[in-house]
Protein backbone atom coordinates (compact mmCIF):
# COMPACT_ATOMS: atom_id res chain seq x y z
CA UNK A 1 0.00 0.00 0.00
CA UNK A 2 1.06 2.98 -0.99
CA UNK A 3 2.10 6.28 1.56
CA UNK A 4 1.31 9.85 0.31
CA UNK A 5 3.16 12.24 2.14
CA UNK A 6 1.75 16.35 2.57
CA UNK A 7 3.34 19.26 4.39
CA UNK A 8 0.61 22.16 5.74
CA UNK A 9 2.21 25.59 6.76
CA UNK A 10 -0.57 26.79 8.64
CA UNK A 11 -0.20 30.31 8.81
CA UNK A 12 -2.25 33.32 10.38
CA UNK A 13 -3.31 34.56 6.92
CA UNK A 14 -2.41 32.05 4.73
CA UNK A 15 -2.20 28.23 4.60
CA UNK A 16 -0.11 25.92 2.02
CA UNK A 17 -0.18 23.10 0.62
CA UNK A 18 3.39 21.42 -0.03
CA UNK A 19 4.23 17.34 -2.23
CA UNK A 20 6.90 16.12 -2.25
CA UNK A 21 8.52 16.57 -5.84
CA UNK A 22 6.25 19.27 -6.33
CA UNK A 23 6.84 21.63 -3.65
CA UNK A 24 3.86 24.24 -2.83
CA UNK A 25 0.83 23.37 -4.58
CA UNK A 26 -1.42 25.22 -3.12
CA UNK A 27 -1.08 28.89 -1.39
CA UNK A 28 -4.68 29.49 0.16
CA UNK A 29 -6.15 32.35 2.19
CA UNK A 30 -6.28 30.29 6.03
CA UNK A 31 -10.11 31.05 6.29
CA UNK A 32 -13.41 29.24 6.55
CA UNK A 33 -17.01 30.14 5.78
CA UNK A 34 -19.40 27.62 8.06
CA UNK A 35 -22.70 27.57 9.10
CA UNK A 36 -23.27 29.20 12.58
CA UNK A 37 -26.31 26.35 13.57
CA UNK A 38 -24.40 23.52 13.11
CA UNK A 39 -21.04 24.41 11.68
CA UNK A 40 -21.31 23.01 8.34
CA UNK A 41 -18.31 23.82 6.32
CA UNK A 42 -19.32 25.37 3.30
CA UNK A 43 -16.10 26.84 1.51
CA UNK A 44 -12.17 27.64 2.63
CA UNK A 45 -9.31 29.06 1.17
CA UNK A 46 -9.89 31.18 -2.21
CA UNK A 47 -13.66 30.03 -2.45
CA UNK A 48 -14.03 31.24 1.21
CA UNK A 49 -12.60 34.20 0.54
CA UNK A 50 -14.25 35.53 -2.25
CA UNK A 51 -17.34 35.05 -0.50
CA UNK A 52 -16.51 37.17 2.64
CA UNK A 53 -19.23 39.92 2.75
CA UNK A 54 -21.31 37.98 -0.02
CA UNK A 55 -23.03 35.29 2.47
CA UNK A 56 -26.43 35.79 4.53
CA UNK A 57 -26.10 35.94 8.24
CA UNK A 58 -25.84 32.19 8.78
CA UNK A 59 -22.63 31.75 7.81
CA UNK A 60 -19.70 33.05 9.74
CA UNK A 61 -15.93 33.17 8.67
CA UNK A 62 -13.54 31.95 10.84
CA UNK A 63 -9.83 31.63 10.67
CA UNK A 64 -9.25 27.93 12.59
CA UNK A 65 -5.61 29.11 13.45
CA UNK A 66 -4.72 31.84 14.90
CA UNK A 67 -0.79 32.78 16.24
CA UNK A 68 -0.35 28.93 16.06
CA UNK A 69 -3.39 28.21 18.31
CA UNK A 70 -5.81 25.94 17.36
CA UNK A 71 -9.13 27.89 17.70
CA UNK A 72 -11.46 26.18 15.86
CA UNK A 73 -10.72 22.33 15.76
CA UNK A 74 -13.95 21.40 14.10
CA UNK A 75 -13.51 23.39 11.32
CA UNK A 76 -9.72 23.34 11.12
CA UNK A 77 -10.33 19.51 10.60
CA UNK A 78 -13.04 19.74 8.15
CA UNK A 79 -10.79 22.19 5.97
CA UNK A 80 -7.73 19.63 6.14
CA UNK A 81 -9.78 17.21 5.14
CA UNK A 82 -10.77 18.95 1.88
CA UNK A 83 -7.25 19.77 1.16
CA UNK A 84 -6.39 16.06 1.55
CA UNK A 85 -9.14 14.97 -0.96
CA UNK A 86 -8.10 17.88 -2.83
CA UNK A 87 -4.19 17.08 -3.41
CA UNK A 88 -4.61 13.23 -2.09
CA UNK A 89 -7.85 12.09 -3.65
CA UNK A 90 -8.36 8.30 -2.37
CA UNK A 91 -4.95 7.65 -0.95
CA UNK A 92 -5.40 5.27 2.44
CA UNK A 93 -1.66 6.30 4.26
CA UNK A 94 -1.35 9.59 4.91
CA UNK A 95 1.86 10.88 6.59
CA UNK A 96 1.17 14.65 7.58
CA UNK A 97 3.85 17.54 8.28
CA UNK A 98 2.75 20.19 10.05
CA UNK A 99 5.28 23.53 10.40
CA UNK A 100 4.69 25.04 14.09
CA UNK A 101 6.36 28.02 16.11
CA UNK A 102 8.75 26.54 17.92
CA UNK A 103 7.03 28.64 20.94
CA UNK A 104 3.73 26.80 20.74
CA UNK A 105 2.31 24.85 24.04
CA UNK A 106 2.44 21.17 24.88
CA UNK A 107 -1.78 21.47 24.54
CA UNK A 108 -1.75 23.58 21.53
CA UNK A 109 0.43 20.90 20.39
CA UNK A 110 -2.24 18.10 20.74
CA UNK A 111 -4.20 19.88 19.38
CA UNK A 112 -3.15 20.33 16.28
CA UNK A 113 -1.91 16.65 15.80
CA UNK A 114 -5.50 15.97 16.90
CA UNK A 115 -7.03 17.64 13.84
CA UNK A 116 -5.03 16.71 11.24
CA UNK A 117 -5.44 12.82 12.70
CA UNK A 118 -8.91 13.83 12.35
CA UNK A 119 -8.70 14.99 8.63
CA UNK A 120 -7.53 11.52 7.45
CA UNK A 121 -3.87 11.55 8.31
CA UNK A 122 -2.77 8.53 9.47
CA UNK A 123 0.83 9.81 11.02
CA UNK A 124 1.57 13.22 11.54
CA UNK A 125 5.34 15.34 12.15
CA UNK A 126 5.44 18.49 13.73
CA UNK A 127 8.37 20.13 13.25
CA UNK A 128 9.14 23.64 14.41
CA UNK A 129 9.53 26.25 12.11
CA UNK A 130 13.21 27.26 11.76
CA UNK A 131 14.54 23.82 10.26
CA UNK A 132 11.87 23.05 8.36
CA UNK A 133 12.82 26.45 6.65
CA UNK A 134 16.35 25.53 6.22
CA UNK A 135 15.49 22.46 4.95
CA UNK A 136 13.14 24.10 2.58
CA UNK A 137 16.15 26.21 1.75
CA UNK A 138 18.33 23.75 0.98
CA UNK A 139 20.72 23.70 3.48
CA UNK A 140 21.93 20.55 5.70
CA UNK A 141 20.26 21.08 9.09
CA UNK A 142 22.69 18.43 10.35
CA UNK A 143 25.50 20.20 9.51
CA UNK A 144 27.63 22.73 11.69
CA UNK A 145 27.52 25.13 9.83
CA UNK A 146 25.89 28.39 10.69
CA UNK A 147 22.91 29.76 8.77
CA UNK A 148 20.40 32.54 8.85
CA UNK A 149 16.64 32.71 7.81
CA UNK A 150 14.59 35.45 8.56
CA UNK A 151 10.78 34.82 8.50
CA UNK A 152 8.92 38.15 8.16
CA UNK A 153 5.53 36.56 7.55
CA UNK A 154 2.88 36.24 5.17
CA UNK A 155 0.67 39.33 6.70
Not at 77 to 91: C, D, E, I, K
Not at 101 to 124: F, H, I, N
Amino acid sequence: MAVWDIGFDIGGDQLRVCLPRHGVVERAPNIAIVRKVDGLLLAVGEDAHGMLGRTSAIFEPLRPVTGGVVQHPKVLTAMLAAYLAQHLPGARQIRALIAISPLLRPADKSALTGAVLAAGATEVSLIPMPPMMLSGAGEDIASARTALVVDIGAG
